[in-house]
C-alpha cells in the first residue's frame, strides 16, 4: 500500500472537524474545547465506553482539522453538540458561525451566502451553478418547460 492509500485508509476510519475561520487560532481552541468536554464526558455512566486520548483525537492546525479516529466510539450527535455548545459558549462573537455535517464531516465556521462564495442559486428549485447565463438558462427552464 503506498502513502495514499494509507491515507485515504486513515480518512475512512475518522470523523473530521473543518475549522474554518480567519481568527488566529480557531482550530486550537475548537479542538481543546472539544477535547474537554469528550473527557468530562467519560465520567457519566453514558460515557464509559468512550476511548479519549490525544492519539485518537487529534489537530492538524496547518490543515485547520480536527480528527477524531472512529475507534474511540465518539457518536456523531456528540460531536454535533459539542461543537454547537462552543459557539453558543460565545453567541456574539459566533453570531454568524455553524455547524454543518456532510457524512463523516463537520465543518465549523462563519456561515457566508452562495454570491460570497461566486455561485449563483436557483429560487424555485435551489440548483446551484458557478455561472450566470447558466442559471439564466436554467430559469427558463421553469417558464417554458425543458425543448422538446
Known sequence: MNSGEWYNLFLSH?????CISSEEGFA?????YLYGLLE???QFPEGKF?????????LTEE???IRIDKSSQVPDGMIKWILDSYLKSNSEKFKDYVVTRFEDTFTIGKMI?????GLYSCE????????????YGHRMMHYFGAPS
Open 14 to 18: 475518522s470523523i473530521r472537524v473543518m
Open 28 to 32: 486550537k481552541d475548537v479542538y481543546e
Open 40 to 42: 468530562k464526558q467519560q
Open 50 to 58: 468512550l476511548s479519549i486520548t490525544r492519539q485518537l483525537i487529534t
Open 63 to 65: 490543515e485547520n482539522e
Open 113 to 117: 451566502s452562495l454570491d460570497q462564495m
Open 124 to 135: 424555485l428549485c435551489n440548483y446551484t451553478t458557478l455561472y450566470k447565463e447558466q442559471l
